[in-house]
């Protein structure tokens, strides 16, 4: 009737991202405990408003092709070109929501292809290093 499917088979992948899901959030709730005030009374940090707010505001779009210190500072300029129609209030939050999602965002290294290839010091198919065993040690 379902297609040889049930649903274990459907909801196989749900754990693992209910579980990861778990894990940012409470790493997003400890960050804001540390500083609630990060959320309740939102404030522009270090260039966030003297750099990339301003020029959003100020310049428009052109602000994103703009250099700082020799580098362009992408992310933060797209932030803060998304949010320059906003009040300042508004605009420092998104910049401090935006500042957590990235401390708390799960990190995956992508497998490089040099990486792949079976060897004494990688493992099997995964690329990553061979831990030794408790008799090794």
Do not use: C
């Not at 297609?3 to 991202?17: F, V």
């Not at 400890?30 to 100020?58: C, M, S």
């Not at 209030?89 to 490089?112: D, E, K, M, T, Y």
């Amino acid at each position: 009737m379902n297609g040889g499917h049930d649903q274990a088979t459907r909801n196989h992948g749900r754990p693992g991202q209910l579980w990861s899901a778990g894990l940012v959030a409470v790493g997003a709730a400890l960050v804001i405990a540390r500083r609630p005030d990060a959320i309740t009374n939102p404030q522009f940090w270090a260039e966030d408003g003297k750099y990339w707010f301003a020029d959003a505001y100020n310049h428009g779009a052109q602000a994103l092709l703009q250099s700082y210190e020799g580098y362009l500072q992408t992310l933060p300029r797209l932030v803060a070109a998304a949010v320059s129609g906003l009040s300042l209030s508004r605009a420092a939050l998104v910049f401090n929501v935006v500042g957590i999602a990235i401390q708390v965002a799960p990190r995956r290294v992508p497998h490089v292809a040099a990486f792949r290839a079976r060897g004494p010091e990688l493992g099997p198919r995964t690329g990553r290093p061979r831990l030794p065993s408790a008799a090794q040690l």
